[in-house]
Structures are given as C-alpha cells and as structure tokens.
C-alpha cells in the first residue's frame, strides 16, 4: 500500500509560479509511473503529466507543454511538478497518482487527496 501526501499549493497570480511536492510512503516508490491530474470545479479529472520510474521519459498534456514540467527524486521518494506562466485555468485540485500507466485515470493505483491551485486573472 502507497501513501501520497501532496504539497506545495496555494493562491497566486497569473504568470506566477508554483512547485507542487508528492511524498510517497508504504511501497516500493521506484517501481511506480507517477504522475498529476488534476480537476476544476464542474469538470471531470484530467490527466495532466507522468514520468516513468528511471525518470527518463516525461509526458504532458498539450495545455501545459512548455510550462508544466514534472521530476522525481527516488531517492526521497518525491514527485515534483514545476508550474510556471500560470493561467486562471490551470486552477483546479491537484492529484498525485501512482501506477504501471498513468494517461487516464482509471489507470491509477494510487491517489493523494489533492492540493488546491488558484490562479488569479
């Protein structure tokens, strides 16, 4: 059993910057793909990007190619997603997730409860 406790969201500006944290415990960290969703207000849970367990391959969704840039730390067993030139639309409820794949959210094994982002216009 993987626990994911997500960190590191807040209220900021449009332009502004963030970096959401994801800690995992209880399992074997490395062996996961890991990965963000995230989900605003009215719509469903979407994928937003992975990275496999070397950290070698990376795969983001096009709204966010060019800003969004996810990492990994096995060693402290952490995820990272580096959010830069925010927009009022990436405000949504932040979801770490684990799996073998992770593109959709059925194929999650895992899920942290979520960090909230606000982006102000």
């Known amino acids: 059993q993987v626990q994911l406790v997500e960190s590191g969201g807040g209220l900021v500006q449009a332009g502004d910057s963030l970096r959401l944290s994801c800690a995992a415990s209880g399992g074997t960290f490395i062996t996961y793909v890991m990965g963000w969703f995230r989900q605003a207000p009215g719509k469903e849970r979407e994928f937003v990007a992975a990275?496999?367990?070397?950290?070698?391959?990376?795969y983001n969704t096009d709204s966010v190619k060019g800003r969004f840039t996810i990492s990994r730390d096995n060693a402290r067993n952490t995820v990272y997603l580096q959010m830069n030139s925010l927009r009022p639309e990436d405000t949504a409820v932040y979801y770490c997730?684990?799996?073998?794949?992770?593109?959709?959210?059925?194929?999650?094994?895992?899920w942290g409860q979520g960090t909230q982002v606000t982006v102000s216009s």
């Open positions: 997730a684990a799996g073998w794949v992770l593109t959709t959210t059925d194929q999650a094994i895992y």
């Open positions: 990275i496999t367990w070397s950290g070698d391959s990376t």
